[in-house]
């Protein structure tokens, strides 16, 4: 009976039927097991080492507890909201480092790390089935090597998979990018509302709405900054938050500059105005980076596109007269 099955297999799927019979049974039970897997309850042993932890530990076993609890609160209105527990990191130090890299991306919604981990699981199953059918239409039209015809199948799945990874880290690196190019001028307009009067949660509050056409990035951070402060938070946490959310160094190097003069009672003015002055050097630096790199890249395209078509022009009429002239000669 298996052999008669294997034999119909082969003769309609080609030589990897067996094969797409697996990854379909697999993919069967994958659907099967998901609602077991998320209705899964706590162990109860879990909950009695967390309520039996020693006292050193209480406070902080309470917090990790509270936390936990709130890694599964219910949304309601979120259509994910089932799917919880199977898209959402396990641990609360891998959730706050995924909350962190979608805030960092400018994504800031509650559910940011659900839908996120929601699109890489549908975009990786989604290109392994375009992988499957590529297969299966390309075995039955010709005869590919097994190889090509796994690699066919399990690049596209892959590639799905990190596809978001990909697209979350760019738009990091571009935000990132966006903020530091754009951090000099706020300084300097931070350094001007500062020497004209202001306090500097007042000169935060302007530079987040003169920033807002040329810097929306950097502008809403600064929003978020004087949101936080006028909601009563503490200074300190609030521009360490900052920095946190950003992942610039620059702005890293801002905080602590801010935190050690609030500290030691130096002036405000002074510590923003030196700095200022160190960033827009900064800045420039980087532009005379970048253009110092441009002759170098060039040269390859210059090599490339400039070179062979020279030497046709040139040496070409020769090499045809050479050949012409090798053709002709009877010794």
Request: overall charge positive; proline content about 5%.
């Amino acid at each position: 009976m298996l052999n008669s099955l294997n034999d119909l297999l082969v003769g309609t799927m080609g030589p990897l039927g067996p094969l797409f019979l697996v990854a379909v049974l697999g993919i069967a039970l994958v659907a099967f097991a998901l609602p077991t897997i998320m209705k899964r309850r706590a162990d109860p042993l879990d909950k009695l080492r967390d309520t039996a932890r020693p006292g050193a530990d209480g406070a902080k076993g309470g917090k990790q507890k509270t936390e936990r609890k709130a890694l599964r609160q219910s949304r309601g209105t979120d259509k994910l909201d089932k799917f919880a527990t199977f898209l959402e990191p396990k641990t609360v130090e891998e959730m706050s480092t995924a909350r962190l890299k979608m805030t960092r991306a400018g994504y800031r919604t509650k559910n940011a790390v659900r839908m996120f981990h929601a699109i890489q699981f549908i975009l990786g199953i989604v290109f392994l089935l375009v992988g499957v059918i590529y297969a299966i239409v390309a075995s039955a039209t010709s005869e590919i090597s097994t190889t090509k015809l796994i690699l066919a199948i399990i690049i596209p799945g892959a590639v799905g998979y990190y596809l978001p990874k990909y697209w979350v880290e760019r738009r990091i690196q571009t935000r990132q990018a966006a903020i530091q190019n754009g951090f000099p001028d706020a300084l300097d307009m931070l350094l001007v509302c500062v020497e004209a009067g202001q306090s500097l949660d007042q000169g935060i509050i302007r530079v987040s709405k003169e920033l807002k056409t040329g810097y929306p990035a950097l502008a809403e951070e600064f929003e978020i900054v004087a949101q936080e402060v006028k909601a009563g938070k503490d200074k300190t946490s609030v521009l360490r938050a900052f920095s946190e959310r950003t992942g610039v160094p620059d702005i890293a190097s801002f905080v602590t500059v801010m935190i050690q003069s609030q500290q030691f009672g130096t002036s405000l003015a002074d510590a923003l105005r030196v700095y200022a002055g160190e960033m827009r050097d900064k800045r420039v630096m980087r532009a005379e980076e970048a253009a110092n790199k441009l002759p170098t890249k060039m040269t390859l395209g210059t090599m490339m596109f400039t070179v062979p078509p020279l030497l046709i022009i040139l040496v070409g009429p020769s090499v045809y007269d050479m050949l012409q002239l090798f053709a002709n000669f009877q010794p």
